[in-house]
T-cell receptor, first 110, second 115 residues
Framework: RKEVEQDPGPFNVPEGATVAFNCTYS??????FFWYRQDCRKEPKLLMS???SGNEDGRFTAQLNRASQYISLLIRDSKLSDSATYLC???????????FGTGTILRVKS | EPEVTQTPSHQVTQMGQEVILRCVPI?????FYWYRQILGQKVEFLVS????????KSEIFDDQFSVERPDGSNFTLKIRSTKLEDSAMYFC?????????????FGSGTRLTVV
């Protein structure tokens, strides 16, 4: 089983749509969870950390289900500029190595 | 906003040659990392560095690879004898420390092409 699994997509959505990405992780001892965004041939950039209580940052909402070892990202009111690869990333604890999923491609079209 | 700086942005080298990739992490960060991403594949962990020594390394990080922090700011990755399969984007990253609930910051990467 892969350490971090994501649906690779691509997800093709119109502007204004709501889209949700899911991710599962295999190491139940993991403590730190993130969503990163990666544009083509660029570095990963932190989108948001994911906390147990769930958290929201503008149009983005992240949820964590420790029992199911499942992380989600919801993007509301999609913009053209949201087109990118979204990386689900897990660490045993803050400071330890990051384990990346393969990423989910999002394409937002006008 | 503080950033991680990597040089060069692109390096082309002949197979068998040595390359050194350079990184300047964020100044008050304590943990440093190298990751690589082969074109079309996921980001893979190579090595982490803390308190002037390697804290963890992956199976990829074999004897051909080494890391150094020669002074208080630079963090380097050396590949002694490059192979074609070393062609990838190499990302440096840093993190403030285990008790800091913050994300990790990545540099813009070095694209290494081995010919």
């Amino acid at each position: 089983r892969k350490e971090v699994e994501q649906d690779p997509g691509p997800f093709n959505v119109p502007e204004g749509a709501t889209v949700a990405f899911n991710c599962t992780y295999s190491n139940s001892a993991s403590q730190s969870f993130f969503w990163y965004r990666q544009d083509c041939r660029k570095e990963p950039k932190l989108l948001m950390s994911v906390y147990s209580s769930g958290n929201e940052d503008g149009r983005f909402t992240a949820q964590l289900n420790r029992a199911s070892q499942y992380i989600s990202l919801l993007i509301r009111d999609s913009k053209l500029s949201d087109s990118a690869t979204y990386l689900c990333v897990v660490a045993w604890e803050y400071g330890n190595k990051l384990v990346f999923g393969t990423g989910t491609i999002l394409r937002v079209k006008s | 906003e503080p950033e991680v700086t990597q040089t060069p942005s692109h390096q082309v080298t002949q197979m068998g040659q040595e390359v050194i990739l350079r990184c300047v992490p964020i100044s008050n960060h304590l943990y440093f990392y190298w990751y690589r991403q082969i074109l079309g594949q996921k980001v893979e962990f190579l090595v982490s560095f803390y308190n002037n020594e390697i804290s963890e390394k992956s199976e990829i990080f074999d004897d051909q690879f080494s890391v150094e922090r020669p002074d208080g700011s630079n963090f380097t990755l050396k590949i002694r004898s490059t192979k074609l399969e070393d062609s990838a984007m190499y990302f440096c990253a840093s993190h403030p420390g285990q008790n800091k609930r913050e994300g990790y910051t990545f540099g813009s990467g070095t694209r290494l092409t081995v010919v």
